[in-house]
């Protein structure tokens, strides 16, 4: 595994020097862009828009327009020297509840790694943590930008979830939300029952990317010439007067296996 950033966890003025791993990986099937008529491959030209030519990476910097037609170009190290504690570390700030952290803020998984003779150290705030029952809130960089995560342990290992910023989420004001009904006194028994008939312990390993592999099906079946058949229909909004005809229906189907007793000879 290839470490993405390498620099100090800090909490105090303890740093802990550590390396930063991804958590995660999007599995997805990768599609190339054709020309309908010929199927050949479509690739993409950076165009200079004065010279109206490609130009190559090597020729490309990255520039910020502070003003109409001027530009100042920034380069890896410009963005370092912006603020280097900042660059090279990840810093807790605070300390919280983890059930302060509303799962709408959640946005990435990465693994921490101590480095060479920071063992002791990582152990401490890894076994601190865990007493404590706390996470720590954390600011760092990474590619150009300040990201705010919660550090927390994950099977003995101490990890940052990165989190969103208030500002970044959206607002749902435009949105049309019902309010409570005044007709759903008795669905709502029987919807909290098949809750409860549904409620299982969270096994991870339980749930995988099925709808990926039908459309892989679906390509081995176009690649062989055959047709193309939907598996299911599209579900259909059930009407207001069905509805605790479904939920009851749903309960049947759904119907949580009776304990067995042990008979006392």
Known sequence: MRSIWKGALSFGLVNIPVRMYAASQAKEISFVMLHKKDLSEIRY????????????????????????????????ADFEKANLKKTKSIEIVNFIEEDEIDTIYYVKPYFLEPDKNAEHAYSLLREALKKSKKVGLAKYVLRNREHIAAVKVHEGMIIINELR??????????????????????????????????????????????????????IKKKAKGRPIHPKTTEPKPTKIHDIMKELQASLETNKKPKKKTRKIA
């Open 45 to 76: 030209a950076r165009i200079c828009k004065t010279e109206d030519k490609e130009v190559p990476w090597e020729e490309i910097v990255k520039g910020y327009e502070f003003e109409k037609g001027d530009f100042v170009v920034l380069e890896d």
């Open 165 to 218: 910023y208030q500002s970044e989420l959206l607002s749902p004001k435009d949105l049309e939300i019902p309010s409570v009904g005044k007709s759903i006194g008795k669905e709502i028994e029987i919807a909290i029952k098949l809750i409860d008939n549904l409620t299982i312990p969270f096994k991870p390993q339980n749930y995988k990317d099925t709808y990926t592999e039908e459309i892989k099906q679906i």
